[in-house]
């Protein structure tokens, strides 16, 4: 009897190894069966309880919602596309006295990943607390060994998210945010990573259509909090120090009437986003016009109804800028074209910007109210990335928005129902797998 338990616990130990691999495996199958079927949330507003969007009260509301804090006195510069705020961004870097600190879901090795590590280390020689947050996955191309003379110089550089097993449950949390913060003082945000093809036209691969955003005033506090959250998550160290939280004042000669906030988002188990709400209460507040660009355009049921509900209900013009055959993913423009048949039928009108790729991610509302960041319009934006937007209540800047918009539209094509209707049996079918993962997009 003895003589035989050794091989007998040698049995059972086997078998319990086996049956805990097969359960992990099961576990993790089920995980990625809800990820990709799980409903989304259903998004609902009081409609008894409508506040003027243009009211303090809307604002003391949304600043609540949002759980974010508004700031008068800014000031918000465009810069539409790469030449132009690639320049303004590596100009503040090379002006830092103590401290930069960028997060970004892409940071490709090329021209403009080169001229960004170089301008980063040269300010890490001269003293300057260099600190990076970059996405694991958005950046897989960019190793370690690419940022070897900036670690050298004193530079950090940390990895949010990396391949590890036990990251696992957060494999498909990504930061897609886009920002970087010189001195507390002077903060980017937008959408642009960083990687040539926001900048080099090629005959084939156009440079892409994208806008970014340079920010004083008492809100650059709210972009470094953003910053310390993710980069505790990345490095274990909580951003503390009056360097980088220094006090800040309105900007001089900046309009005290005009106010922004920062909403991060970051998904919850609960599947609401703070971003998510921000998009919601704006669409349900609009009274004249809502105008989106964006490059992935899958409203889920909530904002679909919610735009409908403006048009029908409110006479609400509402206008979209998204993606031609332009994209850097086909299955997703698939799935958004889908999606376009009920918004044209009630009338809203919709463009396929034709040049190049368009990347950027502007809502203007009533023609007062701007949202600018790295949220897309899509399930994967409002319901997995950890995202960053400015909204702001300021005509100028919405004004400076609808510029651009409205020259997007010169160099759109507005797709008619009638077109959306004849549409391909093979494009129809794709469209048909992109609705399987919608939920991923």
Not at 161 to 175: E, Q, S
Not at 187 to 208: Q, T
Not at 375 to 390: C, K, M, P, Q
Request: glycine content about 6%.
């Amino acid at each position: 009897m003895f003589n035989s338990m050794p091989s007998f616990f040698a049995f059972t130990t086997s078998t319990w190894f086996l049956v805990v691999a097969i359960i992990a495996i099961i576990g993790q199958s089920l995980l990625l069966v809800l990820a990709l079927f799980e409903p989304g949330l259903d998004y609902k507003i009081d409609t008894h309880s409508e506040v003027p969007l243009d009211s303090e009260d809307f604002q003391r509301m949304l600043e609540a919602l949002t759980d974010a804090q508004i700031h008068c006195g800014n000031r918000i510069e465009v810069l539409t596309n790469g030449e132009v705020y690639y320049e303004a961004e590596l100009e503040a870097i090379r002006a830092a006295e103590h401290s930069i600190n960028l997060e970004a879901y892409i940071f490709k090795k090329g021209e403009v990943g080169k001229r960004f590590v170089e301008a980063l280390t040269e300010r890490a020689q001269a003293g300057v607390e260099v600190r990076l947050v970059l996405d694991a996955l958005g950046s897989f191309t960019s190793w370690e060994s690419y940022f070897e003379r900036l670690r050298a110089a004193g530079g950090q550089v940390a990895w949010y998210h990396p391949f590890r097993w036990y990251n696992l449950p957060r494999i498909n949390n990504r930061t897609h945010r886009e920002l970087i913060i010189i001195d507390g003082r002077v903060g980017f945000i937008g959408g642009s990573g960083f990687a040539d093809h926001w900048l080099l036209n090629e005959k084939k691969n156009p440079r892409w259509r994208d806008t970014m955003f340079r920010v004083e005033g008492e809100t650059v506090a709210s972009l470094q909090s953003t910053f310390a959250e993710n980069w505790l998550e990345s490095s274990g160290e909580i951003l503390a120090g009056g360097e980088f939280f220094p006090k800040l004042k309105p900007v001089e000669g900046a309009d005290m009437e005009e106010a922004a906030m920062v909403v991060n988002s970051s998904p919850s188990a609960g599947r609401s986003t703070r971003a998510r709400i921000l998009y919601q209460m704006l669409l349900a507040s609009a009274s004249r016009s809502i105008l989106i660009t964006t490059p992935y355009f899958i409203p889920d049921k909530s904002a679909r109804a919610e735009l409908l509900r403006a048009i029908r209900e409110r006479g609400v013009d509402v206008q979209i800028v998204a993606p031609n055959k332009h994209t850097d993913h086909a299955l997703v423009r698939g799935t958004s074209r889908r999606l376009y048949g009920e918004l044209l039928k009630a009338g809203a009108r919709i463009y396929e910007y034709q040049p190049s790729m368009i990347h950027a991610k502007t809502l203007i509302i009533d023609d007062v109210w701007a949202v600018v960041g790295s949220t897309n319009f899509d399930n994967r934006s409002f319901g997995l990335n950890d995202e960053v937007n400015l909204a702001a209540f300021d005509p100028k800047l919405a004004a400076r928005l609808r510029e651009d918009f409205e020259r997007d539209l010169g160099n759109s094509r507005e797709v008619s129902l009638e077109e959306w209707r004849k549409r391909p049996v093979f494009e129809r079918g794709y469209e048909q797998v992109g609705r399987l993962l919608e939920r991923q997009q």
